[in-house]
């Protein structure tokens, strides 16, 4: 009887051990190369604010764009071309020396309206309307376009894998 009491006993213990193994080894898999300090989504929500404005000051720096979006990113366009990181930084680093040679009009300038920002753990939607101000028009002209980008946070930070953008015309009522 006794024999059955210490193999019931190792069995609990050895059992015990090897689920919390195993739990440790589900969130260490789970959270992948997610950064390990706790965030809160009204952080969440200041960060990706912050980035989205600093990234449209700073649109025609290659070096934002390498920072913003993420490697595997796909990005659909107003005009519904489907493009890579890779394409778009080449893209502005084409437009940087157009503009620094003088071959190229003056940069748009862009800003952003009613954002908004859902949290989802290490994943976060954003969802704003792009505001492009004409460069050389005579009076303001503005284009508007509603922009959707899921971002992933990484050891990088945040960083956009998915990105919609939608011209919205001229005549719709905002």
Excluded: C
């Excluded at 000051?57 to 990005?75: E, Q």
């Excluded at 009009?105 to 009613?114: F, G, N, V």
């Excluded at 284009?143 to 960083?159: E, I, K, M, P, T």
């Amino acid at each position: 009887m006794r024999k059955i009491f210490q193999w019931a006993a190792l069995f609990l213990v050895t059992s015990g051990l090897t689920t919390a193994a195993m739990a440790q080894t589900s969130v260490r898999s789970h959270s992948g190369s997610h950064i390990a300090h706790p965030h809160t989504l009204r952080d969440d929500a200041t960060q990706l604010t912050s980035l989205l404005k600093e990234f449209l000051d700073n649109v025609n720096d290659p070096v934002m764009h390498m920072r913003f979006w993420a490697d595997d990113l796909i990005y659909v366009s107003s005009a519904g071309t489907v493009r890579t990181k890779a394409a778009i930084v080449n893209a502005v680093r084409v437009e940087a020396v157009q503009a620094a040679s003088g071959k190229a009009l003056p940069p748009e300038k862009y800003s952003a309206e009613e954002i908004t920002v859902r949290s989802y753990g290490p994943l976060a939607v954003i969802n704003f309307t792009l505001v492009a101000h004409e460069p050389e028009a005579a009076t303001e002209k503005l284009r508007r376009y509603r922009n959707s980008g899921v971002f992933q946070l990484n050891a990088d930070g945040w960083q956009a894998i998915s990105w919609q953008s939608t011209a919205i015309p001229e005549t719709a009522k905002r």
